[in-house]
């Protein structure tokens, strides 16, 4: 599964971000918030800012919601800055973490993280302790129904993508951090629906959890992480099979 998150197939399986509708408008909103303060409120010059945008209306997130968020970002309307975070650790097994949160109270987030970690058997460490391990990268799915297979990979090659894999019902896009919405902009224009586009983090190599125990302690750690308010994304260079990742989440 080179340049695809085993976390995000978990989720897949799970459907625990669906089950969670205002966890994601929230989510949502805080990365609205982010992209507007960093790059302004123009969704035609601040591609990260129309991506997420885009993304909150696919998800049918009030209109109104999305001003306000924006509003917030630009400081057109009162409202607490929210800061971008990132946070390392291992898990059961050793399996490596990376925790990015978005918050504006950062003393309330890092003592949330860190009494995670603490309940679910793995360790917070220090800045840099594991994400020399991931490369950031661009990452956009397509539903193998919207499109061929052939056709999405030359315009996504043609964009000048790195990878593109075929998994299960995903057509997997893996691009430099910085080609990410060029590349996805490439695939809209054709006609084709995105599933999802966001930066990623990649693992250089992976930590195979074959005992179930284990497998089922990262999987609640994950889980943990993701229920967190301010957790944006939960990173981890955990591998488990689809066998056992099956008998886990049914």
């Not at 919601?65 to 898990?91: D, N, P």
Request: negative net charge; hydrophobic residues 40%.
């Amino acid at each position: 599964m080179a340049g695809h998150s085993k976390w995000s197939k978990v989720k897949r399986f799970k459907g625990v971000l669906d089950a969670k509708r205002g966890k994601i408008f929230s989510r949502f909103s805080k990365e609205i918030m982010v992209a507007a303060r960093m790059g302004g409120g123009d969704l035609a010059v601040n591609p990260r800012l129309r991506t997420a945008v885009l993304a909150a209306r696919a998800q049918n997130m009030p209109h109104d919601t999305i001003e306000r968020a924006l509003k917030k970002g630009t400081g057109e309307i009162a409202g607490g800055i929210v800061e971008e975070l990132m946070y390392e650790g291992y898990g059961p097994g050793g399996v490596a973490i990376i925790v990015e949160a978005a918050t504006d109270n950062k003393n309330r987030t890092a003592a949330d993280i860190r009494s995670i970690f603490a309940k679910s058997h793995g360790n917070l460490a220090a800045s840099g302790a594991v994400s020399y391990m991931f490369r950031r990268k661009g990452q956009i799915t397509v539903e193998r129904g919207e499109v061929d297979e052939d056709r999405l990979m030359e315009i996504a090659l043609e964009a000048r993508a790195e990878d593109f894999i075929t998994d299960d019902d995903l057509y997997v896009i893996t691009t430099p951090h910085d080609r990410l919405y060029q590349v996805g902009e490439a695939i809209k224009n054709a006609g084709i629906p995105l599933e999802s586009q966001k930066l990623t983090f990649v693992p250089n190599t992976t930590v195979a959890i074959v005992n179930q125990e284990l497998a089922s302690q990262v999987l609640r750690l994950c889980d943990a992480l993701e229920d967190s308010d301010d957790v944006q994304s939960v990173h981890s260079n955990l591998d488990i099979s689809d066998e056992l990742l099956a008998s886990l989440t049914t």
